[in-house]
């Protein structure tokens, strides 16, 4: 089975061994993984869209809402006030699951489109450079101070995240998607 696995990497070195060339180990992951980041944000942000969020957003805020006023009904002892809250409150809950189920189906979606290429970089980088570790200047419990590939890379990963994905978002905006 190692042979198979070991195989399949080799197949997919031409997509990380670009960067492993041009800019070294650590900064050529650091570079894979902006553009798989990139890459991520993209297809997420054309899958769900900023509308979908805002409206879950808004959806959880109006049911704070109905809690609160059901909660100072009870206080005030408001027992026909209480029944229409409760009522409002189940026709909310009903349109609020639905648009919850909807919202959980694109992101499965997304991750279904973005899951199989960070599998593929990630193994095939283990792989490519096994025996290499970066030094970290600091020390992270229960992982220390030294990173191997994979280490390294979700470390990139995460970090660029930040940056790439307000710039993922005005590309869609801007480009006509999402």
């Known amino acids: 089975m190692h042979g198979l696995t070991e195989g399949l990497a080799r197949h997919f070195y031409p997509l990380v061994d670009p960067f492993i060339h041009y800019f070294g180990p650590a900064l050529g992951m650091l570079v894979a993984a902006a553009l798989v980041t990139f890459f991520i944000d ?40 209480m029944k229409e809250i409760e009522e409002k409150m189940r026709d909310h809950s009903r349109e609020f699951l639905k648009v919850q189920s909807q919202l959980m189906s694109k992101q499965i979606k997304a991750m279904i489109i973005t899951f199989p ?56 905006k801007r480009f006509g998607g999402g």
């Open 42 to 81: 993209i297809v997420y942000e054309l899958v769900i869209g900023r509308e979908e969020l805002e409206r879950v957003r808004e959806m959880a805020d109006e049911t704070k809402k109905y809690q609160e006023e059901l909660q100072r009904a009870k206080v005030l002892g408001d027992v026909k006030r």
């Open 117 to 172: 290429p960070i599998i593929i970089i990630i193994y095939t980088l283990e792989y490519r450079l096994a025996h290499w570790t970066v030094k970290l200047p600091f020390y992270v419990p229960g992982v220390g101070d030294t990173l191997g590939p994979v280490g390294w890379y979700i470390l990139c990963a995460v970090t660029v995240s930040f940056v790439l994905k307000p710039l993922a978002e005005t590309a869609v």
